[in-house]
């Protein structure tokens, strides 16, 4: 038995909860994870999961080694790590999760600046707009726009970015342009789906205001309902990255600035329980100095 693989099968059993789905990331047979695990026991002398045809759990001993391989792993990791910084190279496989627009707009040129800046790395990216699960997807990383954090969430924050509520002049021309947000209750909306209440949330007297949308267009493509927008369909509230060359260039328009709502977080979320590799601190890093000149849409 190699013990610092048994180490690292324990960690990702006891994360996954799943002999099965430890085996199908390892493309081995589950077979080799259960005798993985009770090598590692009877090398022990101590139970470490409670097996049952439903669920795993950890014993009190599984928690307190869970805890030191953890430390262990995340020590021999950051050596490794190290040693690659010394010889001023870093290598290695990174996976990301990245919001569709944002990623393809504004993140791919910087992904692609540092790629060939770090020959040694290799870039999997994973473009869409739902919340992954890091650990059971095995990305090392994911970038994401959001007001809703969960607890348990490891984050940088990178910035935010503002939200505008836009439509073409010849669309506002027909309509009138609304000078408060519940006036948009009337109007054709173009909707991001998000799986929540059909609403657009606004800021008044420094408290939140929803406004419920009746959409004639969703989508769950910001750069869809920017298209949408331009051909003077309906009126859609924005991240400033996706509309403002078209607000600067007069195809859209910006109306209820005064009634802006609470920007997006741009954050750059980690596997929970996990070390930080460099290689992955130096993208951190990478993407956060890009994004910070980014003045035009992003406020850091």
């Not at 799943?18 to 005798?35: C, H």
């Not at 001993?61 to 001023?88: K, N, P, V």
């Not at 809703?148 to 939200?163: E, K, N, P």
């Not at 869809?224 to 009126?235: D, K, P, R, Y």
Request: proline letters at 5%; glycine letters at 4%; one cysteine or more.
């Amino acid at each position: 038995m190699d013990l610092i693989v048994a180490m690292r099968t324990f960690v990702k059993v006891a994360e996954m909860q799943s002999f099965a789905a430890v085996a199908a990331q390892a493309d081995a047979p589950r077979s080799w994870v259960s005798r993985q695990m009770s090598q590692l026991e009877a090398h022990l002398k101590v139970q470490l999961l409670t097996r049952s045809t439903r669920r795993l759990a950890l014993t009190s001993e599984g928690e307190s080694y869970l805890a030191a391989c953890r430390d262990i792993l995340q020590r021999i990791d950051e050596a490794e790590s190290q040693l690659a910084c010394t010889q001023h190279e870093l290598r290695g496989p990174l996976r990301l999760s990245l919001p569709h627009s944002f990623g393809l707009d504004v993140l791919m040129p910087d992904l692609v600046a540092f790629q060939c800046a770090h020959p040694g790395i290799t870039l999997d990216l994973d473009f869409n707009d739902r919340r992954v699960n890091l650990i059971e997807e095995q990305s090392d990383l994911a970038l994401r726009i959001t007001r809703d954090l969960h607890d348990l969430d490891i984050v940088r924050r990178l910035g935010s970015i503002d939200l505008r509520v836009v439509a073409s002049p010849a669309y506002w021309d027909q309509t009138g342009r609304p000078d408060h947000p519940q006036a948009l209750r009337t109007h054709r909306g173009l909707l991001y789906t998000s799986g929540q209440r059909n609403a657009w949330r606004f800021s008044e007297g420094g408290h939140e205001l929803l406004v419920d949308v009746q959409p004639v267009l969703q989508a769950s493509s910001g750069s869809a309902l920017v298209q949408a927008a331009l051909a003077g369909l309906g009126v859609t509230v924005q991240p400033q990255f996706l509309v403002h060359e078209h607000l600067a260039s007069g195809r859209l328009e910006a109306v209820l600035d005064s009634h802006r709502a609470p920007p997006l977080g741009v954050y750059a979320v980690l596997p929970s329980q996990r070390h930080i590799p460099q290689r992955v601190r130096a993208l951190i890093d990478h993407l956060a100095q890009s994004l910070e000149q980014r003045r035009e849409w992003l406020v850091v």
